[in-house]
């Protein structure tokens, strides 16, 4: 009998290996919506057979954009896309034409599946497939036809993320079944969901997260809880009306739920594992958490779309006591993942392994993103190999014994300073945007806080914040001044009722610069 190993080799194994064993197992909640293994299976089918009557030419799709809100076409689309051989390619009903047409083009999509929700699906450079959820629904209790099966390896393409350029062209990152298979490997066993559970999925397909959300729960026999818009603005109330029992998300929605006064201690019984991942994760972030979620285990993971998912984690202590101070009051990220290797460069982590992503979808994008196998320089006139080492662009910090340049130790504990572009010269100190965002967060009443840098009529910069909560009577800069050196004290701090979130429901700093450098003016 081959391993389990062996036998989860693409993401549709990940799915199909369950679905047998678990047939009648509920596979998928998303408001009054439940299905089975077997059900969510056999949509799937349906969804399959469209996409290869859509395509034309009568081949099989080879990728396939999925434009979905949170329905169920969304999520068996995704796995219908895997059912006929080919990658991912989530888009966002709510992103602009211009952003989608962008990705689609440049992903060159064979067909794009849409459930209705985008008003701009049809003018989009692929063919369309429009199903609603309600069309699908209604063939719950019909068998599919029959599908040839795909010849998908680890090599192939599971899904194509597409995250910011630099140069405002969207970048297009390709993860292959291997890729995703061996970070799904480590990470399920570690969130330790089964049957019975109920898994949270809190992320748009958009964002790679989503992922550990869908295999999480349907590789291992538990039921996906998708959240609605409106659940996600009562996260808490979310978490318990559905009784779940593993909770992933940005910490952001921590912020959110001490905003709404509902993250109240023992508010959340129910949960047994919770994790938080996208952004840094403060300590007092998390000690509101797992106040109010006292039976369960707190983790914090890092990772960029490159490395799949996340490639490091770390686990608080349950003693909230016991847990570590750091240099930023966030919680540390933890070692990397046991299949990859770390080296630092000038603090920044570089990462190599098998969840290593191969390269950009336009090679150009790899200029700058790696180093050679001994850590110099990469010439990007040469192939990408296993070897070489991604640069994530994060800085980071690790005991004093492994803090310098070069290979990092296996098991290293590290923890995240920001990113690289995130350290700023301030009439000539070096100042981490992430030490101040800390001491303007520890100050009583202050929930959350960013930092940006504004550029001065003189050419120099000045700092500027905003935060949410309030930090009581007087201005807040007379108190940073007694915790830090006048010149990392923002020029202004400005109160705001909450952060601006991307479509990933991370903060926004774009639009807090936009807002503060508004108020600058003003």
């Known amino acids: ?27 998928l909640e998303i408001g009054d919506t439940r299905l089975t293994y077997a059900e969510l299976t056999a949509l799937a089918g349906h969804v399959a057979h469209g996409l290869l009557a859509r395509s034309g030419s009568g081949a099989a ?29 989530p888009l966002g009903p709510a992103f602009p034409l211009t952003r989608n047409a962008r990705v689609s083009a440049a992903a060159q999509l064979d067909v794009i599946l849409t459930d209705g929700s985008c008003d701009h699906a049809a003018d989009l450079p692929a063919p369309t497939l429009t199903l609603t959820a309600e069309d699908l629904l209604a063939l719950t209790a019909t068998a599919p036809p029959d599908l040839p099966e795909p ?7 599971a899904y194509l993320l597409f995250t910011s350029g630099s140069t405002g062209e969207p970048k297009g990152v390709p993860i292959r079944h291997g890729n ?29 997260p989503s992922v ?17 818009r409106g659940d996600l603005l009562r996260p808490v109330r979310f978490a318990a009306a559905r009784a779940l029992t593993h909770w992933n998300s940005v910490p952001s929605v921590i912020s959110l739920a001490e905003r709404l006064r509902a993250l109240k201690p023992g508010s959340l019984p ?3 594992r919770s994790m938080f991942c996208g952004e840094p994760l403060t300590l007092r972030q998390a000690r509101a958490w797992a106040r109010a979620a006292g039976n ?45 290797e770390g080296r630092l460069l000038d603090g920044e982590l570089c990462v190599r392994g098998p969840q290593r992503f191969a390269g950009y979808l336009d090679p150009a994008d790899d200029a700058g993103r790696f180093l050679a196998p001994d850590g110099s320089p990469y010439d990007p006139s040469t192939p990408l190999t296993q070897a070489h080492w991604y640069r994530t662009g994060d800085r980071v910090t690790a005991p004093s014994a492994a803090a310098v340049d070069g290979p990092l130790p296996p098991g290293t504990p590290l923890t995240h300073l920001g990113r690289v572009d995130q350290q700023v010269q301030v009439h000539g100190y070096r100042v981490e945007l992430g030490e101040v965002e800390a001491a303007l967060r520890n100050l009583p009443g202050v929930l959350d806080a960013v930092v940006v840098a504004l550029p001065t009529p003189d050419g120099s910069v000045d700092l500027a914040a905003a935060h949410t909560g309030a930090p009581g009577a007087g201005d807040p800069r007379a108190e940073l001044r007694r915790r ?32 503060l450098r508004g108020s600058q003016v003003s």
């Open 296 to 340: 369960s285990t707190v983790d914090n993971a890092y990772g960029p779309t490159e490395l799949t998912v996340t490639c490091t984690g770390h686990r608080l202590p349950r003693d909230l006591d016991a847990w570590p101070d750091t240099p930023n009051d966030t919680v540390p990220i933890g070692p990397l993942h046991p299949a990859l």
């Open 212 to 228: 550990l959300d869908l295999y999480a729960a349907w590789g291992t026999g538990a039921t996906l809880v998708a959240a609605t």
């Open 151 to 157: 010849a998908t390896d680890p090599d192939d393409l």
């Open 270 to 272: 129910g949960l047994r």
């Open 61 to 89: 799709p080879r990728r396939v954009g999925l434009l979905t809100g949170r329905t169920v076409v969304a999520y068996a689309g995704y796995l219908a896309v895997h059912r006929v051989g080919a990658a991912v390619v």
């Open 180 to 208: 995703v298979c061996a970070y799904l490997e480590q990470a399920v066993p570690h969130y330790g969901p089964g049957p019975g559970d109920r898994v949270s999925q809190t992320f748009d397909l958009t964002f790679d």
């Open 484 to 515: 830090l050196p006048p010149y990392m004290v923002p020029a202004r701090v400005t109160a705001v009722a909450s952060l601006p979130l991307n479509a990933n429901g991370k903060v926004d700093r774009a639009a807090v610069e936009r807002l």
């Open 1 to 27: 009998m081959e391993s389990p190993r062996a036998e989860r080799r693409t993401l549709r194994d990940w799915f199909a290996h369950t679905a047998a064993a678990f047939p009648a197992a509920t596979a």
